[in-house]
């Protein structure tokens, strides 16, 4: 069973930075992939970013070249680095891993960003 603890979420102004944090933990061997999702309100489930064990990243179009994902395989951690945060970034975030074929899920962390 994996338990994933999500940090860093909070409140910053149009154009400020956050980096959230995403520590995985339990009996794990391996996590093939670990990754960022939000949910705005009224809006549905997105992917923000997502890296492989590989070091394969994804993000969406909407965050591309402002946001940059990293991993630590060896710990089990991943790390959002946000910058030039947008008010349209406001959302609860949460940490997802596969491990084993299953998905996993944090509890969320609150982004806000102000205008």
């Known amino acids: 069973q994996v338990q994933l603890v999500e940090s860093g979420g909070g409140l910053v102004q149009a154009g400020g930075s956050l980096r959230l944090s995403c520590a995985a933990s339990?009996?794990?061997?391996?996590?093939?992939?670990m990754g960022w999702y939000r949910q705005a309100p009224g809006k549905q489930h997105e992917l923000v970013a997502r890296?492989?064990?590989?070091?394969?990243?994804n993000y969406a179009d909407s965050v591309k070249g402002r946001f940059t994902i990293a991993r630590d395989n060896a710990e089990n951690t991943v790390y959002l680095q946000m910058n030039s945060l947008k008010p349209e970034d406001t959302a609860v975030h949460y940490c997802?891993?596969?491990?084993?074929?299953?998905?996993?899920w944090g509890q969320g962390t609150q982004v806000t960003v102000s205008s």
């Open positions: 890296i492989s064990s590989g070091g394969i990243t």
């Open positions: 997802n891993a596969v491990y084993r074929a299953d998905s996993y």
């Open positions: 339990g009996s794990i061997f391996s996590i093939a992939a």
